[in-house]
């Protein structure tokens, strides 16, 4: 069995910065593309950044570029998202997600559906 737990977020203020995390446990961690999503209240699940599994490739939504650098460390089966600059309309909650490219050798990174497993979120408030 799978499990992903994030963690990292809380209340920051605009202009700070923060350093989310997500461990897996079970499975082969260099075996996923690894996401971040967030979910704002009343707002869809949006697309943040993802890391190809060996980490030679990352992606990352207009919003968060320049500001949000995704990395992975495979001996850890830690993915990290740093986020600077941080701006009120960052806050949401934030999932990390494991995308199995063995079961999707084409998976789309930037497509929540097409992600296997989810960590259970973690809060991250900006304050104006």
């Known amino acids: 069995q799978v499990q992903l737990v994030n963690s990292g977020g809380g209340l920051v203020q605009a202009g700070g910065s923060l350093r989310l995390s997500c461990v897996v446990f079970?499975?082969?961690?260099?075996?996923?593309?690894m996401g971040w999503f967030r979910q704002a209240p009343g707002k869809e699940r949006e697309f943040v950044a993802a890391i190809s599994s060996r980490g030679g490739s990352q992606y990352y939504a207009d919003s968060v570029k320049g500001r949000f650098t995704i990395s992975r460390d495979n001996a850890k089966n830690t993915v990290y998202l740093p986020m600077n600059n941080l701006k009120p309309e960052d806050t949401a909650v934030y999932y990390c997600?494991?995308?199995?490219?063995?079961?999707?050798?084409?998976?789309?990174?930037?497509?929540?559906?097409?992600?296997?497993?989810w960590g259970q979120g973690t809060q991250v408030t900006v304050s104006s």
């Open positions: 079970g499975g082969t961690f260099s075996s996923y593309t």
């Open positions: 997600a494991a995308q199995n490219i063995t079961l999707r050798p084409k998976g789309a990174p930037l497509e929540s559906s097409e992600y296997d497993y």
